[in-house]
């Protein structure tokens, strides 16, 4: 189920907001500047289905954004809890950063963990299958995909380059919870 929780950017312990309502998710993160939306497969996939397959099954929804974005490069990335270097990976993504683009993922299957500092507040956002998050060029943030990731997710791209952060060297992401 997609959570979101969000706290004083000063305040790790009490909630300011903490819903599992979707419709609710959105709305909250539209607010901030932040898409966050629900798309459902246009044919079956599993965990085996092969990139060209799920990319196939979701061709609508990425055409459309495409479209409206102006997106150009899309590709898909599994990470299992097997990948000898996700410890590594895990704390690259934790530390704090922006993007000179749009950050753009859509969970196909799995979860991960978006935190979204912004305007005194940060953002906790539990995406999990079938959900959408664009995250605004220039918007600080960090990403926890767990101690045991397990993930398949399509990314959306306005470069060729792909994902190129700029590390802020703050250390607020340790302040605030991780995924288990």
Known sequence: ???????????????????SDNEHISTELAKAGIRFEQWQAGAAVTAQSSNETILQAYAADIQRLKQERGYITVDVI?????????????QKFLAEHTHSEDEVRFFVRGQGLFCLHIAGKVYQVLCQQNDLISVPAGTTHWFDMGSEPEFTAIRLFNNADGWVANFTGSSIANQFPLLT
């Open 1 to 19: 189920m997609s959570r979101l929780t969000v706290y004083a950017s000063d305040n790790a312990i009490t909630p300011l907001l903490d819903t």
């Open 78 to 90: 599994s990470l299992s809890a097997k990948h000898p270097d996700k410890t590594v990976l895990r």
